[in-house]
């Protein structure tokens, strides 16, 4: 079955941390760009993070610029969204999606994993 799982979300107080893991089985990650997306209740998907299939090239959302960092081990076939300094309105279900490049995220999605920061 081709799918991605995130995993890694979790309760958190302000100012911590924690690390987002986007696993993908039944296919090969090294050849897709992947992106980090969140959406928060009541309010619209917005993009996070995205990777290049190479790791070369990163893009950030302003709101996450200096908190967030991701990465990706191709020989795990994973790719990781660090989350340090985490807000209150970090709080959202985070999913992860592959596609040919970060524009085109669509091939694949995962099922998303809860990040609540609150204290």
């Known amino acids: 079955q081709l799918q991605l799982v995130e995993s890694g979300g979790g309760l958190v107080q302000p100012g911590g941390s924690l690390r987002l893991s986007c696993a993908a089985s039944g296919f090969t990650l090294a050849y897709y760009a992947i992106g980090w997306f969140r959406q928060a209740p009541g309010k619209e998907r917005e993009g996070v993070s995205c990777?290049?299939?190479?790791?070369?090239?990163?893009d950030y959302a302003d709101s996450v610029k200096g908190r967030f960092t991701i990465s990706r081990d191709n020989a795990k076939n994973t790719v990781y969204l660090q989350m340090n300094s985490l807000k209150p309105e970090d709080t959202a279900i985070y999913y992860c999606a592959a596609g040919s490049m970060c524009a085109l995220l669509r091939d694949y999605w995962g099922q998303g994993t809860q990040v609540t920061v609150s204290s």
């Open positions: 990777i290049s299939s190479s790791g070369g090239n990163t």
